[in-house]
């Protein structure tokens, strides 16, 4: 079974520039969770998805932070315009619909300079 | 709001049990408690899940009390490649009234 996919791996971009990040989850699994992962610290939930509609953004920063899932399946986290802060690895999960086990992919480590 | 409190770090030597407690004073009824383990430049990775009592697999053993207030995850006979941090989740994912917090984790340490 393929895990949960997200590209880029990397990226490197100066503060006001736009990012995108893609995420692909397993299949079948109808829960999608974005995270945003900064050095020493936990996981951080920006937003989750059941299928195409959103169940948590409450700590998404949506003066900059965007997501979608369009069509319940693939999805993607926009920042615009980025800041120093930003500098993290955002992280996408996926679950099971009423499933409480996720499963992360590697994340998009982001460095805004 | 769940929210849980794990050491900072603990150190270990191969062949050694490990345990490690997680407190979640606010522990909702529906709430699961889920233990995941996480190296660096990965996403965390599923380890083991309980409600209440004992749950054990292939990897760990995860220990609730009867209040459910505390959890303790066992790492029996520990090698080298358990050098990582375990996080220790406290939740409902399907519920909008159990939100989803990692806490900062334990880094765990294992030494020859």
């Known amino acids: 079974e393929a895990g949960v996919a997200q590209s880029p791996r990397y990226k490197i971009i100066e503060k006001r520039q736009s990012v995108a990040f893609w995420c692909n989850p397993i299949s079948g699994h109808a829960t999608l969770y974005w995270y945003q992962q900064i050095l020493g610290q936990g996981p951080k939930l920006l937003i989750q998805f059941q299928n195409n509609g959103v169940v948590d953004d409450s700590q998404l920063p949506k003066d900059r932070f965007s997501a979608e899932r369009l069509k319940g399946v693939d999805s993607t986290l926009k920042i615009q315009p980025a800041k120093l802060e930003d500098s993290a690895v955002y992280l996408c999960?996926?679950?099971?619909?009423?499933?409480?086990?996720?499963?992360f992919g590697a994340g998009t480590r982001l460095s805004v300079l | 709001l769940a929210k849980t409190t794990q050491p900072i770090s603990m150190d270990s030597y191969e062949g050694q049990e490990v345990n490690i407690t997680c407190s979640h004073n606010?522990?909702?009824?529906?709430?699961?408690i889920t233990w995941y383990q996480q190296f660096p430049s990965q996403g965390p990775r599923f380890i083991i899940q309980?409600?209440?009592t004992k749950v054990t697999n292939e990897v760990a053993s995860l220990f609730i009390p009867a209040d459910r207030k505390s959890s303790t995850l066992s790492l029996p006979r520990v090698s080298l490649s358990d050098t990582a941090v375990y996080y220790c989740l406290v939740g409902w994912g399907g519920s909008s009234a159990s939100k989803i917090i990692f806490g900062s984790g334990t880094r765990l340490s294992i030494r020859p």
């Open positions: 999960a996926s679950s099971t619909e009423g499933g409480n086990i996720q499963y």
């Open positions: 606010n522990i909702a009824t529906n709430d699961y």
């Open positions: 309980g409600y209440k």
